[in-house]
């Protein structure tokens, strides 16, 4: 029946081997994707340095966008021009009103466009305005743009500076001036209009001067240029004769704005560059350590051996610096663990022969015994045998979930004299005849608290209890005692039994060993307890360590299991 049984459980080596989809030889891994920071590496710059230098030129954009502006650079310039236009006016309508005056029929004064004609293109002439008067009812009577003779009226234009003395290329320039034209005080501004036959009521500062007052405009004409307009009026003795109004272009006010704007995209572009440079130079020494960071890291996700290092930069002493440290610790901590589950694993299997060694070699005899006595006698065997397997089961069970059972639950506060005063409390009510007493010792003088996991901690000393108990001659005592060093909670637990060889202090705390009293029957104990209750203090920063207790002549008299916690 047995090799039936094993025969069944045997693969068949001539059944050809599962379609996988990939070709002999290829793992998993061959066929997994390429890592996601290859996509990165096709374009000319990473994601991150794109992003780096989109920050930093997008503030500096900012910033020069806003200095280009110089909304109020250039009201000031338009607030002065008016003022040298106003005085400029005032001296001309003063000239006027002194030197171009007349006297009609009924008295009444007036002004002679005969004589107010040729002397305000005089007056007019150095200062480059253009220079209208109006008589005091709205009719134009003279205009330094005019020339008047015998072949009738010319009107004067000024004409633009030639191309080859502008500041700006003709391309630049009409982007320049697209730009300008869209600004906000630009499009805030009335279009300037002048009509074939002018009047003062075509004018708003032109009325406003009739009446005695004195006004300014600000206009763009078709080009989008300024137009300044000041108009005063032309008095005599109080009475008003007509308003003079001078009005020239913004040229010098754009030529001035344009020279500091040049200045300002000058030391843009020069600020752009050096922005540029060090935005690639910031990049790199964050995205080059990262990106070796990222390769290191996949080729030890997807590399069969253990043989990749991670880069080490915490020569650096920034947060690249201690990432690298901290994935270089990650590393050796998840080789640690994988040395650890693989040796696990292994005396998994080797702890699990024995029982089922024993126990085959009992079926197997048991099926050619046919005395009853020497079959009830394997039956106990078997049995025995399935029980030590499920108490072996049992502890590994728990010991692999632990873990992750430390790593979900929140640590808490623990009275810890008070727990321990519960469990000797509990062993001394469940005392069998014969069995070794219990005494508690509380050394601490106040508050023991801890931080930790209550029902780990109770199963901690459980098992130095129970230890301590199967070690202890019947009629001994199992001594617990607890007190505070510093900053640290002692827990010591002592027995009276034979104590542990020298040379196995710390052996008792690896996985499955097992040194049991005489007398104890075989297999009784999986060897799992200690290790699982060191993994339960240092989880909780402690430490747990054995001894041997000696007499006065230094003998040994017993075992001292010493548990320490830090103190809340």
């Not at 039936?4 to 990939?22: C, F, I, M, Q, Y």
């Not at 060694?357 to 197997?364: G, P, R």
Request: with cysteine.
């Amino acid at each position: 029946m047995a090799p039936r049984l094993k025969a069944r459980a045997e693969p068949d080596v001539r059944s050809p081997p599962a379609n996988t989809g990939r070709p002999s030889g290829r793992t998993a891994a061959d066929d997994a994707p390429p890592p996601r920071l290859a996509r990165t590496r096709r374009g000319l710059l990473s994601p991150l340095t794109r992003r780096i230098l989109t920050v930093n030129v997008l503030a500096l954009a900012i910033l020069v966008a806003g200095l280009l502006y110089l909304g109020r650079y250039q009201e000031n310039l338009i607030h002065n021009e008016l003022q040298a236009l106003r005085v400029q006016a005032e001296i001309l309508a003063g000239a006027l009103g002194t030197g171009a005056h007349g006297t009609t029929p009924d008295g009444a004064a007036i002004l002679r466009p005969e004589a107010a004609g040729p002397m305000l293109k005089r007056l007019v002439e150095p200062t480059g305005a253009r220079a209208r008067l109006f008589a005091d009812d709205g009719e134009l009577i003279a205009d330094s743009r005019v020339l008047t003779g015998p072949g009738g009226a010319v009107q004067v234009e000024r004409l633009p500076p030639p191309d080859e003395n502008e500041a700006l290329p003709g391309m630049a320039a009409r982007i320049y001036e697209w730009v300008l034209d869209r600004m906000p005080a630009r499009q805030a501004l009335p279009v300037y209009l002048e009509h074939a036959e002018q009047r003062a009521a075509d004018y708003e500062e032109a009325v406003r001067a009739i009446a005695g007052e004195s006004a300014w405009r600000v206009r763009v004409d078709g080009h989008g240029g300024l137009v300044l307009s000041v108009a005063i009026p032309v008095q005599r003795f109080k009475q008003v004769l007509g308003a003079l109004m001078l009005s020239e272009t913004g040229e010098d006010i754009d030529e001035a704005v344009r020279d500091v704007r040049l200045d300002i995209l000058r030391v843009f572009l020069v600020s752009l560059a050096v922005t540029v440079l060090l935005s690639l130079y910031l990049a790199g020494t964050i995205v080059r350590p990262l990106r070796r960071l990222a390769l290191a890291a996949d080729r030890v996700r997807r590399a069969r051996g253990r043989g990749h290092d991670i880069p080490d930069f915490r020569g650096r002493h920034d947060e690249i610096g201690a990432l690298a440290g901290d994935l270089r610790d990650m590393t050796e901590a998840l080789r640690m663990r994988l040395d650890a589950i693989e040796r696990f694993a292994a005396d998994v299997a080797h702890e699990i022969k024995n029982p089922l060694t024993s126990l085959k070699s009992a079926v197997e005899t048991a099926a050619r015994v046919r005395d009853p006595d020497q079959q009830r006698r394997l039956m106990a065997i078997i049995l025995e045998d399935v029980e030590r397997l499920n108490r072996l089961i049992t502890d590994i069970s728990d010991a692999s979930r632990l873990d992750a059972e430390l790593s979900r639950l929140e640590p808490e506060p623990i009275d810890l004299g008070r727990l321990l005063s519960a469990l000797v409390e509990v062993h001394r009510t469940a005392a069998r005849e014969g069995r070794a007493g219990v005494a508690f010792e509380d050394c601490a003088g106040g508050s023991c608290m801890v931080m930790g996991i209550e029902s780990r901690l109770v199963q901690v000393f459980q098992n130095l209890l129970t230890n301590a108990f199967s070690f202890s001659p019947p009629g001994g005592t199992v001594t617990v005692r607890i007190g505070r060093s510093g900053a640290w909670i002692e827990a010591v637990v002592e027995d009276g039994g034979p104590g542990i060889p020298e040379g196995s202090l710390e052996k008792i705390f690896d996985r499955f060993y097992s040194e049991r009293p005489e007398g104890e029957r075989f297999g009784t104990h999986s060897g799992l307890g200690l290790s699982i209750s060191r993994q339960i203090v240092e989880s909780q920063g402690g430490t747990i360590s054995a001894a041997n207790r000696r007499d006065s002549a230094g003998a040994v008299c017993g075992a001292r299991f010493t548990v320490r916690l830090p103190a809340v």
